[in-house]
């Protein structure tokens, strides 16, 4: 909004011209969504807290530890989602086609979660909306968005998929679409998994969302894409100015959400910034990068796979509770050590995945 209003008169107020730049933008988005979490945050967790009572209910099966959390509200992705709507609608240029995409996809199924949470609440069981009916849902919400991120393509790898450290790219043909579909509700759903302990989920998402504001922001450089030999995409710089948000967002409800955390961002702020990733990821050609950069989310999710694999076909368990978070808990693992050791992992992930933009 911003652009739009501040950025045509450049050439009377010269400050103005700091509008045209993403960085500056980026930096405002940034700003914009973490004073959102801070000025209303305190606010939102007080009506949250007053309308569920008992707060997010506790599995009983779960780490003992965990009772101590009772009452804790949850719900507080709704702070994040606020913070990132309208920081990203009040910094970026909204004829971007790509930043509105992302903004539905993550809407979308922050609705879904926000149902969720719901649902769990009402019932007062950690079972909210069935498996089936959420996994339809987000997949014709991302089915959605990657025909548009097709359609919008109008150069000759749309449907190609990039793999790191080659420069060449893979034809998948219209197969592309099943696996960018993947991609977001399996991102999504991974974040989901791993927001199971204080902070844990929320730094390292925006430690991917770092890492893919600056590979945005470079592949929506002609030059910058040519000069690294990566897949340019026209207009996706913009979305440097989304991750800012993003950033932002996330590090204001860090403040909360820190052991002992005052709110639970639940499945309305899991499911919300794990697709946002998975969106952006699918839209400047990086989704095997985001397997890289968000390695701890694939760690969290293949942990639960092969939980539920070994038990079905042997009867026995590799862990002794999944996500593996968990079973770090059960070997006697303090919560806020787990928290920072997989911080730790996602920094190290991070660094390796930015490496693929010039090893290649």
């Not at 209910?57 to 779960?62: C, E, L």
């Not at 420069?167 to 759903?189: H, Q, Y």
């Not at 952006?280 to 989310?297: P, W």
Request: proline share 4%; with cysteine.
């Amino acid at each position: 909004m911003l652009y739009h209003l501040l950025a045509p008169f450049a050439h009377d107020f010269i400050l103005f011209n700091l509008f045209r730049y993403i960085t500056f933008r980026t930096g405002g988005a940034l700003a914009t969504s973490l004073i959102i979490c801070f000025v209303f945050g305190p606010r939102i967790i007080r009506w949250l807290r007053s309308k569920q009572g008992e707060g997010q209910p506790i599995r009983n099966d779960g780490p003992e530890s965990h009772l101590k959390k009772k009452g804790t509200p949850t719900m507080g992705g709704l702070m994040i989602l606020i913070a990132v709507v309208g920081s990203t609608l009040l910094w970026v240029d909204l004829s971007d086609t790509y930043t509105w995409i992302v903004l539905f996809v993550t809407i979308g199924f922050g609705l879904v979660g926000f149902a969720d949470d719901y649902r769990k609440l009402t019932r007062r069981s950690h079972h909210g909306v069935s498996g089936r009916t959420r996994l339809l849902i987000q997949i014709i919400i991302a089915a959605i968005a990657v025909f548009a991120i097709v359609g919008l393509s109008t150069r000759d790898h749309a449907t190609d998929l990039a793999v790191p450290f080659f420069k060449d790219m893979l034809p998948l043909g219209w197969f592309f679409v099943v696996f960018a579909v993947f991609v977001i509700v399996g991102a999504s759903n991974a974040v989901n998994l791993t927001d199971g302990l204080d902070g844990l989920a929320t730094a390292p998402v925006m430690i991917v969302a770092l890492c893919f504001g600056m590979i945005s922001y470079l592949v929506g450089n002609l030059v910058f894409a040519n000069y690294l030999q990566i897949h340019h995409v026209p207009g996706a710089g913009e979305l440097t100015v989304f991750c800012g948000a993003l950033v932002g967002a996330c590090l204001g409800f860090l403040w909360y959400n820190a052991p002992p955390a005052q709110v639970f961002m639940g499945d309305t702020g899991s499911l919300a910034l794990g697709s946002a990733l998975g969106t952006i990821a699918v839209i400047i050609k990086h989704e095997l990068v985001l397997a890289i950069i968000g390695g701890l989310f694939v760690m969290e999710t293949a942990s639960v796979i092969i939980q539920v694999a070994s038990f079905k076909l042997t009867g026995k368990r590799v862990f002794r509770m999944a996500p593996i978070h968990h079973h770090f808990e059960k070997l006697g693992w303090s919560e806020p050590t787990i928290v920072i050791r997989f911080w730790i992992i996602a920094c190290i992930l991070g660094l390796v995945g930015l490496s693929t933009l010039k090893l290649r």
